[in-house]
């Protein structure tokens, strides 16, 4: 086996963990009770999945009457290569430079470029789990509905596995580039947050810059009959943000056999092999640039402070607060868990406020935000306040906080600090990030949709217990099965399936108390009667949890053998 | 006083038994030196009593006190060294010894005499104000020490303690072992240095695939021995390595 291939093969196994959940299902007979539950956690997505595939399926027709279908292929290209170019960025960085692995690998007689191929590996198989619910299901209703032939099915793996390259491959030699620049000084870990920003700031308006200068909306008639009166005139209008989305329709519609679709395939494959030759050139020269940096001592003799400078030693502290300390100072100075903590819950609702204002007054976006928060008060107030939680508490806080403790975990368990009050702190620095994405939350639905006082501060009793409940049963999640051995601190964050699972968990949950909210609103009851029994049932809900979560704490703590 | 009685553990659901059905005490005022070949159960002997594995089975008490039942009461007064220092690297080192004076109950006071003396002894004083992800192996080491000897426990337990040391630390961390036995402190350390472990143990416990194949004074396992020239061959000869 070349180095190469070794490498990226060592890389997977050592990212998916094959080898070790063979070993634990197989020979330790450990974490067998996991296979049940993520079957339960799969068939549970089965209804979403249904609704989405009649979603969709609703969509085609509707675009097919219009003579326009094809730009469900290219909204799916485009939608794809978007998630991934923002959300890639963070998980490029972190799995590029923050994996523990690296210091190891810069030893080995290896290229630079060997190495950033098996990094990219990681990070592209991700990518490809990450859109499979999302993308597939547009690809194949397509086919479905269009009667397509055997070519279009074989056709359909190879665009899938071309799709994430051209964003992944752009990000990574933006993620390069900005590492090798910011990589000097002592300020690293600030100028990566900085300039991870930055990134996804140009990445974002980029975007929509080019949305409005499409010039896509507007009720302007004359070019709504001018969109439709030609075939491929909304997937024009569409791709014009993107032309790799225009070649993976062109590809994937005519096939290999037109002009078109051989012309779609050389410039959507052409620019993936550039792009990709590209990033192996540009880690060739910079990526052990940015690297080497990271892992040199930042603090040599020189720079160490004099001796007999007064050193702060503090004075007994309450123990839960010194835990909430440690928790709030390791958060924010890993520049990956700030940026997917911390951020995310602060950035999520920007992007929202930002969204619409791509837009001019009068289409979709705008309209959609008037009827919910206007039409309705009962609706509006459920709407912001699932809004509200949803920006607190989906960053993955809560549900990786044990997780983050990684090999240090021995730590919590021989300190002689009672366990509940350890989740105690714990849940405090989370409920900490979730104020943090609900005051994002409400300045964006106050800045950008007028939200009043008189509406925000029922949205706010609703919404906090509601979190501390949700908080609650996130850092059950992770205290149940946390994930201790990780390389990259991403691993911890967003590749943790204790955040998949609570996520999924916490949108059922949300889902159903929407659904009791409403059916209540139906009742004829007022809006303050209502609001009153669903803040007391979160209050309740919220205590029962976190009263539950401490005695879960008692029980589960002795048992992990981090 | 460390008091292992009947102690098991085992992994893959019984597969390996790590530790077999051991027993022995640790008095105050004792250095108790733990060796054993790679992978013999010492690390797992000392996790266990630390609390940070669960035993499958038999009793561990420190002074007295069932680490089940009374588990916060033991560990408020046991101070642990790891093997591999994996500590918190993105706090600083005096962030890190704050944070292990504030659970611990370690007054300001007291505080700040040890973490001075220590820091000083491990020539620690300037690169404390900066942050652990910056130390090499051995000043991440030194840290853990500080700390375990800031909270001044009555029982002290070390996983090979000197790998990493430079001989001065090493020095000054052996008469520290002495200085809180003669205290009447209780001091299990596991180590590889048969020297250190001539020199330095009351008593020597050599474990053995899970069971203790010999515990007593030097001289005691010299008489257990055909071989007594030094320590390194009574026990190649009780390991039968």
């Known amino acids: ?64 009457s219009l003579g326009q279908e094809k730009a469900l292929l290219t909204l799916a290209v485009l ?11 963070f998980y490029l960085i972190a799995t590029f430079y923050f994996s523990t692995d690296l210091e190891y690998l810069l030893s080995l007689p290896l290229k630079p470029s060997q190495i950033m191929l098996s990094k990219f590996a990681v990070v592209l198989i991700n990518e490809y789990l990450t859109m499979a619910p999302f993308i597939l299901p547009i690809l194949i209703v397509y086919g479905i509905k269009k009667h397509k032939a055997p070519g279009y099915w074989l056709l359909m793996p190879l665009t899938y596995l071309l799709l994430p390259v051209i964003p992944l491959a752009a990000a990574g030699l933006a993620v390069v580039g900005m590492m090798r620049l910011v ?28 949305s409005r200068a ?27 943000r993107f032309p790799p989305a225009i070649w993976a329709t062109r590809l994937l519609d005519y096939g290999l056999f037109t002009g078109t679709g051989i012309a779609g395939f050389a410039l959507f494959a052409g620019l993936s092999v550039l792009l990709f030759g590209g990033l192996m050139v540009g880690a060739q020269r910079l990526f052990f640039g940015g690297l080497v940096g990271l892992s040199e001592r930042s603090g040599g003799s020189g720079r160490r402070a ?32 700030l940026l997917n903590g911390v951020l995310g819950a602060i950035m999520v609702p920007v992007f929202f406020a930002l969204m619409p204002m791509s837009a001019k007054p009068g289409d979709d ?46 730590v919590s368990k021989v300190i002689p600090v009672d366990y509940r009050q350890q989740v105690l702190a714990k849940l405090l620095h989370s409920m900490g990030i979730a104020l943090l994405g609900i005051g994002s939350a409400s300045a964006a639905l106050m800045i950008r949709f007028h939200l009043d006082a008189g509406k925000w501060l029922p949205c706010l009793a609703l919404a906090l217990p509601l979190c501390t409940f949700v908080t609650s049963l996130n850092l059950a999640i992770d205290l149940a099965r946390p994930l201790l051995d990780w390389i990259s601190p991403q691993k911890a964050m967003k590749q ?15 889902f159903l108390y929407g659904l009791a909210f409403v059916t209540l609103g139906k009742s004829g009851l007022s809006v303050a009667a209502i609001i009153g029994i669903f803040f007391a049932l979160s209050l309740g809900l919220a205590t029962l949890a976190y009263f539950w979560l401490l005695q879960f704490a008692l029980r589960r703590y002795p048992s992990i053998e981090g | 006083m460390i008091e292992i009685d009947h102690v098991s553990k085992s992994y893959n659901k019984g597969a390996v038994r790590a530790v077999d059905d051991l027993t022995l005490t640790v008095h105050p005022g004792e250095i108790f030196g733990f060796l054993g070949p790679n992978g013999a159960g010492k690390t797992t002997t000392i996790k266990l009593i630390v609390g940070i594995l669960k035993a499958d089975g038999g009793t561990i008490r420190i002074s007295g006190l069932d680490i089940r039942t009374a588990a916060l009461r033991c560990k408020a007064m046991t101070a642990y060294v790891p093997d591999e220092p994996e500590i918190y690297e993105r706090l600083k080192g005096i962030e890190y010894l704050n944070f292990i004076g504030d659970v611990y109950g370690v007054s300001g006071v007291d505080r700040r005499e040890r973490i001075g003396h220590w820091l000083e002894a491990f020539e620690l004083s300037r690169a404390v104000a900066d942050p652990i992800q910056t130390y090499s192996h051995g000043m991440r080491q030194k840290i853990i020490l500080t700390a375990a000897l800031m909270i001044n426990p009555r029982v002290l337990v070390l996983d090979e303690p000197m790998v990493g040391l430079d001989p001065r630390s090493s020095h000054f961390l ?18 590889h240095i048969m020297e250190v472990a001539e020199r330095l143990c009351d008593r020597i416990g050599i474990i053995h695939k899970g069971r203790l194949a010999a515990c007593g004074t030097l001289a005691e396992l010299r008489d257990q021995a055909k071989d007594k020239a030094s320590l390194e061959n009574i026990f190649l000869e009780l390991t039968g390595s």
């Open chain 1, 214 to 240: 499409s010039g896509t909306s507007g009720p302007d008639a004359q070019k709504i009959i001018a969109l439709i009166s030609s075939p491929d005139g909304l997937v024009q209008s569409v791709g014009r």
């Open chain 1, 79 to 89: 939608a794809g290569q978007f998630i991934i170019l923002v959300f890639g960025l």
């Open chain 1, 306 to 337: 004099k001796a007999g400078a007064k050193i702060r030693v503090s004075s007994g502290r309450h123990p839960v607060r010194a835990i909430f300390l440690r928790e709030v100072r390791l958060m924010n100075r890993t520049p990956i868990f």
């Open chain 1, 496 to 510: 943790n399936l204790n955040v998949l699972i609570a996520m999924l968990l916490d949108l059922g949950f949300l």
């Open chain 2, 174 to 191: 052996k008469e520290a072992m002495r200085q809180h036995c003669d205290g009447g402190g209780t001091l299990f350390f596991s180590t």
């Open chain 1, 1 to 64: 086996m070349s180095p190469t291939a070794a490498l990226v093969k060592a890389a997977l196994n050592s990212n998916f963990g094959w080898t070790v959940v063979r070993h634990r299902l197989f020979v330790q007979k450990r974490d067998r009770w996991m296979v049940p539950i993520i079957a339960l956690a799969v068939i549970g997505a089965v209804p979403t999945l249904v609704l989405y595939v009649r979603l969709l399926s609703a969509a085609f027709d509707m675009m097919q």
């Open chain 1, 183 to 210: 990589n000097i000084g002592r300020k690293k870990d600030l100028l990566i947050v900085l300039g991870s920003l930055v990134l996804l700031a140009a990445a974002f308006f980029l975007q929509f810059g080019l």
């Open chain 1, 365 to 410: 976006a705008s309209d959609i935000m008037r009827l919910i928060t206007s039409v309705k008060p009962l609706t509006a107030i459920l709407a912001m306040t699932l809004f509200m939680v949803i920006c607190a508490t989906l960053s993955g806080v809560a549900s990786s906080s044990f997780s983050r403790e990684g090999r240090k975990f021995w």
